[in-house]
């Protein structure tokens, strides 16, 4: 018979479900990718309510069925309040949510595309961050953890910069990328180089939260 467990993770989608419910996708620690109901989740008294918003980390309490989780508890550690407040940061952290939806599944080991996507969020709300570097920086490691990075296309064309900036993404923990600044003209070869990317390895897919961005940027 099979028994609750407990795991860390990330809202990545969160919908209403039936009358009193709501159909959430979690990038978990221990489980990949996974969809959980929570009943009765959208009552105002119901303890899940405030866990099973977008962007909520928290250490979920998981009952397993047969296509789908049940949520049965929930201890939110972070539900990201600057990003909240910032009209323009709520854009960027839906694409980092998208993007991750897209890449990731059930019972792969996500661990590190987790950490990518926690702090990305926290990133794009850091006062002494360029928004939109972060958001290369992001599509970049993102690429290079799905191991569909193309190093060896931007050996020449490129600045020294550039490059260095690619082989300190490969070697770098995806929680540690953030942070770093460069040259106004770099970040358009890192730009160009995400943009590429993304065509080389999602074969068409867009994703619709990366044209609401581009109003912004």
């Known amino acids: 018979m099979a028994e609750s467990f407990e795991t860390g993770g990330m809202i990545l989608r969160s919908e ?16 990949g990718k996974i969809t959980a109901f929570a009943r009765g989740a959208r009552r105002q ?19 397993p069925g047969r296509n789908a ?3 049965t508890d929930a201890a939110v550690k972070n539900y990201f309040p600057e990003l909240r407040a910032d009209y323009e940061a709520v854009f960027f952290g839906m694409y980092f949510l998208e993007v991750m939806e897209h890449f990731t599944r059930e019972n792969n080991d996500e661990r590190d595309n987790l950490k990518l996507l926690y702090q990305a969020c926290r990133a794009i709300t850091h006062p002494a961050y360029d928004r939109r570097l972060v958001k ?26 550039a490059r260095y900036t690619l082989d300190f993404l490969l070697r770098t923990p995806a929680e540690k990328v953030f942070g770093f600044t460069v040259m106004d003209e770099v970040k358009g070869e890192l730009e160009r180089i995400a943009a590429a990317e993304n065509r080389l390895s999602n074969e068409g897919h867009r994703y619709k939260s990366e044209e609401m961005l581009k109003t912004l940027l």
Not at 45 to 63: G, P
Request: aromatic residues 18%.
């Open 45 to 63: 008294s119901n303890r899940l309510m405030a866990a099973t918003d977008l962007f909520i980390y928290a250490d979920f309490r998981l009952f």
């Open 136 to 161: 290369t920086v992001f599509d970049l490691k993102a690429l290079m953890l799905q191991g569909s990075f193309h190093r060896d296309l931007y050996e020449t064309g490129y600045s020294d910069t």
């Open 16 to 31: 209403s479900y039936g009358e009193y419910d709501r159909r959430v996708v979690i990038l978990s620690v221990d489980a």
């Open 69 to 71: 989780y049940s949520m």
